[in-house]
Each structure stands twice: as C-alpha cells, then as structure tokens.
T-cell receptor, first 113, second 116 residues
Framework: DQQVKQNSPSLSVQEGRISILNCDYT??????FLWYKKYPAEGPTFLIS?????DKNEDGRFTVFLNKSAKHLSLHIVPSQPGDSAVYFC????????????FGAGTTVTVRA | GAVVSQHPSWVICKSGTSVKIECRSL??????MFWYRQFPKQSLMLMAT?????????EQGVEKDKFLINHASLTLSTLTVTSAHPEDSSFYIC????????????FGPGTRLTVT
C-alpha cells in the first residue's frame, strides 16, 4: 500500500520558470518529510526536508511547503535550471525514532532550454 | 560532508553464486544503515534496516537468508546476495543516517547487479 504518492510521473518546465512538484501522503503518523533528487544509475541526493511542526522551509532555490491538514506537500524550484532535470522523490518518516523512509514513485522533471 | 560510497558500482555474476556489496560512510559515523532495491522506473523499496552491532531488521517479503546484511562497524555495512538468480538482478542502493542526526538519509551511488 503506497503511503506516499506522487501522482504526476513527469513535469516539463522552461528554464527560468518555477517547477512545482506535489506529494500526498495517507499516514497521519508521518512526522518528517524529505525531498531527494536522483539521476539515472546514481543514488538519490538529499535536497531539503521539513518537520511537521513547520509549514515552510526554504533553502536557496528550493522551498518545501507542508499542508498537514490536507496531507500534502510540495517542492518549488525557482528558477529552474537545466541541471535540475532529474527524478525527484518525496519521502516521509514516522518520526519519534522511526527512521525508515517511505518513498513516493518519483516525478521526472525535464527543464527545457 | 555526508558522503556514502558503495562497492562495486556494478557486478555481473552467474546464477547460483553469491555477491557481496559494501556500503561505507566516508566522513561520518552511521549508527543506522539501510538497504534499498530499485526496479526500473519504480521507487526505492526498503529491504532492511541495520544498526551497528545488531541484527538487521528486514521488511516484509524480504528473505533474510537470501539477503545477508552485516553492519560490522559505524562506517561499514555489507549486503550479500546468496545463491543469486536472474530475478535478483536489480539496482541496490544503501543509505546511512548520522549518529545523533535527524531523519535525513545519505545515499550511496548504487550497485547494478546482473545475474546471468
């Protein structure tokens, strides 16, 4: 049973514009959320995270928004750059010492020049 | 910081043989390491969680006797695929969590296993 869902398998965006990636979750026990970026045949790279006590976290071009009541989070990348073309995974942890991560299926982002 | 390496990056083996994959945290101590498997165009599937000095905890459906995990030190975990079969061919990725750190896991580059 997929507890973390990324319903958009792909996203195409023009260079310089904003990329918005969405993620929904079903487990109300999830307490900590992370975004990872992955290139083919490589391991995921940690991008940004957010605790459930916050609704926004920003790091450079990346901002993650959390709407706990809707069980929804999003990643904004602005401005999008060609190097951002990759697969982005949303992940969630149960918190309280549960360090396992549940991953979404991923969204492939293509940044067009 | 937070660099994780994996070795080998790819391996081809014959059916029935065993393969060992190493995962090392290079610049931090990892109290917990995780092993994942990724099928083409799919998400990462957690196979097991290992804490240094204790037995690994396997996810439901993962055969512990087939996928042997050893977390011998704070910087090294190994995954041994025993009696490999073609259906074990996959991309195996490890991750590590810093001791005393948060929930972030830092991933290795992955190992492509092909069983012929």
């Amino acid at each position: 049973d997929q507890q973390v869902k990324q319903n958009s398998p792909s996203l195409s965006v023009q260079e310089g514009r904003i990329s918005i990636l969405n993620c929904d979750y079903t487990n109300s026990m999830f307490d900590y959320f992370l975004w990872y970026k992955k290139y083919p045949a490589e391991g995921p790279t940690f991008l940004i995270s957010i605790s459930s006590i916050k609704d926004k976290n920003e790091d450079g071009r990346f901002t993650v928004f959390l709407n706990k009541s809707a069980k929804h989070l999003s990643l904004h990348i602005v401005p999008s750059q060609p190097g951002d073309s990759a697969v982005y995974f949303c992940a969630a942890s149960g918190g309280a010492g549960d360090y396992k991560l549940s991953f979404g299926a991923g969204t492939t982002v293509t940044v067009r020049a | 910081g937070a660099v994780v390496s994996q070795h080998p990056s790819w391996v081809i083996c014959k059916s029935g043989t065993s393969v060992k994959i190493e995962c090392r945290s290079l610049d931090f101590q990892a109290t917990t390491m995780f092993w994942y498997r990724q099928f083409p165009k799919q998400s990462l599937m957690l196979m097991a969680t290992s804490n240094e000095g204790s037995k690994a905890t396997y996810e439901q459906g993962v055969e512990k006797d087939k996928f042997l995990i050893n977390h011998a030190s704070l910087t090294l975990s190994t995954l041994t695929v025993t009696s490999a079969h073609p259906e074990d061919s996959s991309f195996y990725i490890c991750s590590a969590r810093r001791g005393g750190g948060g929930y972030e896991q830092y991933f290795g580059p992955g190992t492509r296993l092909t069983v012929t």
